[in-house]
């Protein structure tokens, strides 16, 4: 449980370490200086490093293997993205990203399975 709360906080931060800076448009988005944006971007990504790190050092402890690690990490990337990317950038959710979804689903059902 600890590893899941800690990759789904990790996974908050790089999310908007990587597409804050997107909110508003294209417009708005090219009038923030690409220094000030790649220097917000890399400070997020270090909080998400200080809580990716122990996630998975914990998990694998408790049995978890990397490939279980990493596909959890994923299934969680997808669903916060889709998360952000309809309330912060507001774009619309399609059958596209559902259907992304439960291919990503079916991988960590895959990798889980008797375990």
């Not at 990790?10 to 000030?36: C, D, I």
């Not at 596909?71 to 619309?92: D, K, Y």
């Amino acid at each position: 449980m600890q590893t899941l709360v800690l990759l789904i906080l990790s996974n908050l931060f790089m999310t908007t370490a990587w597409y804050w800076h997107l909110q508003g448009g294209p417009k708005v988005a090219e009038a923030r200086p690409l220094a000030m944006v790649i220097a917000v971007s890399w400070g997020l990504a270090l909080i998400e490093y200080c809580l990716a790190v122990p996630a998975n050092r914990i998990g694998y402890a408790n049995g978890w293997s990397a490939g279980q690690l990493k596909i959890a990490q994923e299934a969680i990337a997808l669903v916060v993205f889709g998360i952000f990317m309809v309330v912060v950038l507001g774009e619309a959710l399609t059958w596209r990203h559902l259907a992304a979804f439960a291919c990503i689903m079916a991988a960590v059902g895959f990798l889980f399975a008797g375990k």
